[in-house]
């Protein structure tokens, strides 16, 4: 008897009703949520070095092996390009093609945390499903522009100036078409449930948006039908301000400068590069705002 009168309050305790405590939800709460998603996306490409070092292959390629091949041809052929190396002329697109597939590939970790359970656990958190879109899309850029960062480094061997500005301006560029890239990855992914849906979807989309977006040839006197399909193709106002960029700082004619950047036109008028970035950035806002409500309705 003594034995379980000493026992029982411990008994007692033992099954007892152990109360949790659940932060409720709020600002607070969801900036930390965003804080979170974006250091995820960071340790994840910090430790990833075989995705860092295949991601820097296929623009290097395109600017070195291309690049110098096509400017050969030009000077062979006694073509208009002058003064002008073709290698310059397209690593504004390389950069914008470098940002692109990383961005997308960002994305797509998406899809292999629904396929791992780990993206359920993260939307049954005491947090907004907003919050954990926006730090997935920010992380996303933000690991886009650090690769594009890389290829930036190698602007002297495109024969583009190490002007800081420059490249300050570059880098601020290629994050905002990163944030359109990876909120138009996250909408895709809200729905996809399989790793090789989603890179077939994201394979079909970007190679028509890379070759349409004037990343490799000027868009002047293009046919109209290409014309228009160019006008329509969101990533062609992310590459644009990146030349324009580029050619301000480069000492070329007017014929030059009118032959290699040329500008988007509507019409014959001239869009703003200012424009140009206000749209990129707000098809990232309308993009990521579309991912949230899928994100929403999701199970």
Known sequence: MATTAETAPSDKAATGVVRVRVPERGLRQD???????????????????????????????????????LSNLMASGGGVAGTVDLKTFIFPGVCAMSVMFTAMFSAGSIVWDRE?????EMLVAPVSRSAIVVGKCIGGALVATLQGA????????????????LLLEMLGLMFIGAFALTGFGVMMAARITSMQSFFGLMQMAMMPMMFLSGALYPLGGLPAWLTVLTRFNPLTYAVDPLRHAVFSHLDV??????????????????VPVWLEVVIVFGMGVGLMGVAILEFRRAD
Do not use: C, N
Not at 40 to 54: A, H, N
Not at 116 to 120: A, E, V
Not at 253 to 270: E, H, I, N
């Open 253 to 270: 004619s007017p014929q030059l400068m009118a032959t290699f950047d040329p500008g988007v036109t509507w019409g014959g008028w001239v």
């Open 31 to 69: 900036l930390r949520a965003v804080k979170i998603v974006l250091h995820r996306e960071l340790i994840r490409f910090w430790r990833d070095k075989l995705r860092m070092v295949s991601g820097l292959i296929q623009p290097v390629l395109w600017l070195l092996v291309m690049g110098t091949g």
């Open 150 to 165: 890389v290829i930036v480094l190698l602007a002297g061997l495109a024969g583009v100036p190490y002007d800081p500005l």
């Open 116 to 120: 791992f359970g780990f993206l359920r």
